[in-house]
């Protein structure tokens, strides 16, 4: 877990473009955009893959879809944009701590 990037940048070691945060989750630009909007929506508790969500996470994991369609309207793709979680590496994860991509903008298909 101390290895982990996201977790040094919930942490504040690691700079980050920050869009939101909150006691929960934090979001973030993603530092190789796919797409002309590209952020990232995590959630602070260090959950390695989508796979490994329990029960208990339900509202956390719930709030990212929340928060990634509250900033998706705010940084202007209303209510067209793709969502994408990866789970394992040959899924092409390359980030073991839970992350929502939130891609959107002109040019789509947004392909990653
Ligand atoms: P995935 O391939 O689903 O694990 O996605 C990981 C994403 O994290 C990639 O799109 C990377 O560009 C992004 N990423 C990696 N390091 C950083 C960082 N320090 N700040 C912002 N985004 C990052
Ligand atoms: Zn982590």
Same mark, same amino acid.
């Given at each position: 877990m101390n290895d982990c990037i996201f977790c040094k940048i919930i942490a504040g070691e690691i700079p980050a473009k920050k869009l939101y945060e909150d006691d929960d989750v934090l979001a973030f630009w993603d530092i190789s955009p796919k797409a002309p909007v590209h952020f990232l929506v995590i959630p602070?508790?260090?959950? /390695?893959? /989508?796979?490994?969500?329990? #029960?208990?996470?339900d509202p956390l994991t719930g709030k990212l879809f929340r928060i990634g369609a509250q900033l998706a309207g705010e940084k202007g793709v209303g209510d067209d944009y793709r969502v994408i979680f990866n789970n394992g590496e040959k899924s092409?994860? #390359?980030?073991?701590h839970l992350h929502m991509h939130i891609l959107g903008g002109k040019g789509k298909p947004w392909a990653m």
């Open positions: 602070k508790k260090h959950i /390695p893959r /989508p796979v490994d969500v329990k #029960e208990d996470d092409g994860q #390359e980030v073991f």
